[in-house]
């Protein structure tokens, strides 16, 4: 991939204190096979030499926060910034994704093209081993169980030209129409700063009805290394609690609440929100069970969205 200015795609990487993961992920699309992006970075305060590397990078266009912007806000001033300097098209890429398919930004771009709307890739998962899973092939939504929840965790993957329509689509390598963007008044940094930014854009978008599709012949691979809340060990009183106040957590309860008097309508509310925190006991309380250090990745998926888009915050 060419990195051009004038192109008429733009990605947008938000960056937080994460040079190496930035490094490598320039390096990954740069070898993607497709014709050309405006690749945008969006640093929001880094103090890790992040700035003195892109201020040597001339073929890239760098824009700066103090701190503040957090996920949803950065994507949202690169996006507004892209569609300004000509972008018909958007893929907001997190620094964390560490593979592709070589023609990913292509066919996600053709899909938006095509439909007006959004598309997203299948996001898969590494193991230790070397296997690789999906770690989400869309979102869907089920206000009696808890609310958002990915879809096909754990399953096994094969590329092939299957497009699946979904209510909402995480953040990772997510692509939308210009159009669409202005339509809906971008990303809603206010209410959504860090998690559920990218679900409640495209659940607006799917309200609007506009397509959100996962495009299966493309996929990324996302290192999860980083989150703002798991389950890989036990989690403590005090982690528990911070998971509820902190914006680093996709349990951080103003923002649940935000999203969910959103978007769920007023008969589930009594039952979706109790279900989702209820969710969230149970893995906490299951990381303390005798041989067990974590919760059933069925029970993470459940009690979240999708850590993705954590990508200018790290725990």
Not at 180 to 188: A, K, P, S
């Amino acid at each position: 991939m060419k990195f051009d200015t004038h192109s008429p795609i733009a990605i947008v990487i938000p960056v937080h204190n994460s040079l190496p993961m930035l490094q490598r992920t320039l390096v990954l699309l740069n070898g993607l096979e497709s014709t050309s992006a405006h690749v945008i970075i969006v640093d929001d305060g880094s103090t890790d030499g992040t700035a003195a590397f892109l201020r040597e990078r001339t073929d890239l266009t760098t824009l700066t926060g103090s701190g503040s912007l957090w996920w949803t806000g950065a994507v949202d001033i690169g996006s507004r910034y892209a569609i300004s300097a000509g972008a018909e098209a958007v893929v907001l890429w997190n620094d964390d994704n560490i593979a592709s398919s070589t023609l990913c930004i292509d066919h996600l771009v053709k899909h938006v093209h095509k439909s007006g709307g959004c598309a997203s890739p299948v996001v898969l998962q590494e193991s230790p081993d070397g296997s690789r899973t999906v770690a989400a092939a869309g979102g869907d939504v089920d206000w009696t169980a808890g609310g958002v929840r990915l879809s096909s965790v754990g399953q096994s993957y094969e590329p092939s030209n299957t497009v699946v329509h979904c209510p909402w689509l995480p953040g990772n390598a997510l692509a939308f129409s210009a159009t669409l963007f202005e339509q809906l008044g971008g990303f809603d940094a206010r209410r959504f700063p860090q998690y559920r930014g990218d679900a409640d854009f495209t659940l607006r978008a799917t309200a609007a009805g506009a397509s959100c599709a996962t495009i299966y012949s493309c996929w990324i691979v996302n290192d999860r290394a980083r989150t703002g809340m798991n389950f890989q060990e036990r989690v403590s009183p005090s982690a528990f609690i911070n998971g509820l106040r902190s914006r680093k957590s996709n349990y951080h309860v103003p923002s649940t609440l935000r999203f969910y008097l959103r978007h769920c309508p007023k008969r589930y509310l009594p039952v979706t929100v109790p279900i989702f925190y209820a969710k969230y006991v149970y893995a906490s309380l299951k990381t303390w069970r005798p041989g067990s250090k974590r919760a059933s990745a069925a029970t993470a998926n459940e009690t979240s969205s999708l850590r993705g888009n954590a990508g200018t915050r790290t725990p």
